[in-house]
């Protein structure tokens, strides 16, 4: 398995933006899909965003397209999640996993999960 480490997380205003990071301990990384998901109090586990391991293709939950963006750099062994525009139902703990599937918003399909980091977006 691979160890995912969350960080960036935040309390930010409404409108306002986050990058989070997840960093991998394995050089493996670069052939992962990598996925980010988010949990909210009460609610299951959601689909965020996804990228292939090359990069060269994303995937968007449509909550957030258009104001999140997904990026990887496998030198580093770290995948981001730029977040823009935020509001308060982007409040969650967001989680980032590795896939070894193709990109996908099933998180059935993820094997390695982060321990996640907090976003709060007041309104």
């Known amino acids: 398995q691979v160890q995912l480490v969350e960080s960036g997380g935040g309390l930010v205003q409404a409108g306002g933006s986050l990058r989070l990071s997840c960093v991998a301990s394995r050089r493996t990384f670069r052939s992962y899909t990598m996925g980010w998901f988010r949990q909210a109090p009460g609610k299951e586990r959601e689909f965020v965003a996804a990228i292939t391991w090359s990069g060269g293709r994303t995937y968007f939950a449509d909550s957030v397209k258009g104001r999140f963006t997904i990026s990887r750099e496998n030198a580093k062994n770290t995948v981001y999640l730029q977040m823009n525009s935020l509001k308060p139902e982007d409040t969650a703990v967001y989680y980032c996993?590795?896939?070894?599937?193709?990109?996908?918003?099933?998180?059935?399909?993820?094997?390695?999960w982060g321990q996640g980091t907090q976003v709060t977006v007041s309104s």
């Open positions: 996993a590795t896939s070894s599937r193709g990109l996908s918003g099933d998180n059935r399909l993820y094997e390695s």
